[in-house]
């Protein structure tokens, strides 16, 4: 298999031992996807022996809300976004995700489709743990459909509080937090907090269940207060505290 150089460098993938080039997923991967407390070495292996993993370049689809899910599937390097493929042949983006990280932990083992289309926005290298193989794994190491099943319950919660979010807060409290979810500190250490804008303006908007136009308004109106200054794709937030204000709201 033939893995982009920008994922080389960047994936907790190593090579296979005795097939050449084949990247096996490491310990790194698993205790990211699955959490603390860290999985022991046989587990890391036994889910090695299951995965199956690919390349997906951008552009190109992961999965589809139309194909039978027959395996878990997990970004292990790259970016994807989640979302609908319209009649038009437009991609409406619902939530960008960033290795590592699960694509789709529950519709295999429903036996159904998949509940959302999947798209590459950078070279991906994802992962599928086909469930005929990962049962037998169990099997073998029963600890694994506890850590599997916690993975689960973590990821129903966050789509819980987040579907909450959008139901209950108004726009200006989910831009707030969502500018929170994702600042950084400046490598330096000085100055204030960033924000990488890596997605489309519409993409956002999407996300936060607004349009473009009402999210332009918000980081126009939260420049004007002094919280946040917008420059190119960088928003650097110079009042946490009134962020988190409005956040609260």
Same mark, same amino acid.
């Given at each position: 298999m033939h893995v982009p150089a920008e994922l080389r460098e960047n994936t907790s993938l190593r090579s296979g031992n005795g097939v050449a080039g084949r990247p096996v997923p490491d310990s790194g991967l698993w205790n990211a996807l699955l959490g603390p407390p860290q999985l022991a070495a046989a587990e890391c292996a036994s889910l090695a022996g299951a995965a199956r993993v690919r390349t997906v370049l951008p552009g190109c689809s992961v999965f589809s809300h139309t194909e039978r899910a027959r395996a878990l599937v997990a970004l292990c390097a790259g970016d994807v976004a989640l979302g609908y493929r319209t009649a038009d042949g437009s991609f409406h983006v619902e939530r960008p995700?960033?290795?590592?990280?699960? !694509? %789709?932990?529950?519709?295999?083992? *429903? +036996? %159904?489709?998949?509940?959302?289309?999947?798209?590459a926005t950078s070279p991906a290298l994802v992962v599928d743990l086909p469930c005929e193989s990962l049962q037998a794994q169990i099997e073998s190491h029963p600890g694994l459909a506890w850590r599997l099943i916690t993975s689960l319950a973590a990821e129903?919660?966050? !789509?819980?509080?987040?579907? =909450? +979010? !959008?139901?209950?807060? %108004?726009?200006?409290? =989910?831009?707030?937090?969502?500018? !929170?979810?994702?600042?950084? *500190?400046?490598?330096?250490? %000085?100055?204030?907090?960033?924000?990488? *804008? +890596?997605e489309r303006k519409r993409d956002i908007a999407a996300q936060l269940a607004i349009t473009p136009e009402t999210l332009s308004r918000l980081m126009a109106s939260l420049s004007r207060q002094g919280v946040i200054s917008v420059d190119g794709y960088i928003v650097s937030v110079h009042d946490r505290g009134a962020l988190e204000r409005i956040a609260d709201a």
């Open positions: 995700v960033h290795a590592p990280s699960w !694509l %789709d932990q529950s519709s295999a083992w *429903l +036996g %159904d489709t998949h509940s959302i289309d999947a798209r129903v919660q966050r !789509l819980s509080v987040h579907t =909450r +979010g !959008l139901m209950h807060q %108004d726009a200006p409290a =989910r831009f707030a937090g969502w500018l !929170l979810q994702r600042c950084q *500190l400046r490598s330096e250490g %000085d100055g204030p907090a960033v924000v990488h *804008l +890596g």
